[in-house]
Antibody
Framework: QVQLVQSGAEVKKPGASVKVSCKAS????????ISWVRQAPGQGLEWMGW????????NYAQKLQGRVTMTTDTSTSTAYMELRSLRSDDTAVYYC?????????????????WGQGTLVTVSS | EIVMTQSPATLSVSPGERATLSCRAS??????LAWYQQKPGQAPRLLIY???TRATGIPARFSGSGSGTEFTLTISSLQSEDFAVYYC??????????FGQGTKLEIK
């Protein structure tokens, strides 16, 4: 069965960086893109960006451009999201989510499988 | 960027009754609209995609309708496990994917 398993909770100081991993199993990793979605405490869902596991193409939310980098390691079927220059309003649960459609270089889809979420707390 | 607006923010319904949740897009998204259910401490779960197609394993009491800018999620007979927050998401104009702010469905 399809599973996305994320790395554990992180506590970071303002200005630091965090890198969250998302290990996929149960499907051909390179056939589906991965998006990252975050959710601040008590708030809604915010799309952060997308990466093609097929060719590494990325597309980031405009507000995060310059601070976020998404990568994949096809040898381990793992996607990564790094966020730099952390601020207190980056405190959130970060989810990886798989495209619901077999995809290559396009990421405009719904999400059929989600990781369990990783809590990132930014506090001095 | 397309803005998705859900209403109401909170909906109080008794078990066994019907619940109707609305989602409006700031411009047409055709039928490229998904609905998710999220329970406390859990990741969202895909319910509906293509505005009206149930995802694998989703009970028939969940149905979606609409196209263009107006969409509805209907839960025909509420079960205890259906009380949760529901989000709509458009994927017609990408990037970005955009979500509504959510509707909390609570027990009356």
């Amino acid at each position: 069965q399809v599973q996305l398993v994320q790395s554990g909770a992180e506590v970071k100081k303002p200005g630091a960086s965090v890198k969250v991993s998302c290990k996929a199993s149960g499907y051909t990793f390179t056939s589906y893109g991965i998006s990252w979605v975050r959710q601040a405490p008590g708030q809604g869902l915010e799309w952060m960006g997308w990466i093609s596991a097929y060719n590494g193409n990325t597309n980031y939310a405009q507000k995060l451009q310059g601070r976020v980098t998404m990568t994949t390691d096809t040898s381990t079927s793992t996607a990564y999201m790094e966020l730099r220059s952390l601020r207190s309003d980056d405190t959130a649960v970060y989810y990886c989510a798989r495209d619901g459609v077999y995809s290559g270089s396009y990421g405009g889809y719904y999400f059929d499988y989600w990781g369990q979420g990783t809590l990132v707390t930014v506090s001095s | 960027e397309i803005v998705m607006t859900q209403s109401p923010a909170t909906l109080s319904v008794s078990p066994g009754e019907r619940a109707t949740l609305s989602c409006r897009a700031s411009q047409s998204v055709s039928s490229n609209l998904a609905w998710y259910q999220q329970k406390p401490g859990q990741a969202p779960r895909l319910l509906i995609y293509g505005a009206s197609t149930r995802a694998t394993g989703i009970p028939a009491r969940f149905s979606g309708s609409g196209s263009g800018t107006e969409f509805t999620l209907t839960i025909s007979s509420l079960q205890s496990e259906d009380f949760a927050v529901y989000y709509c998401q458009q994927y017609n104009n990408w990037p970005p994917n955009t979500f509504g702010q959510g509707t909390k469905l609570e027990i009356k």
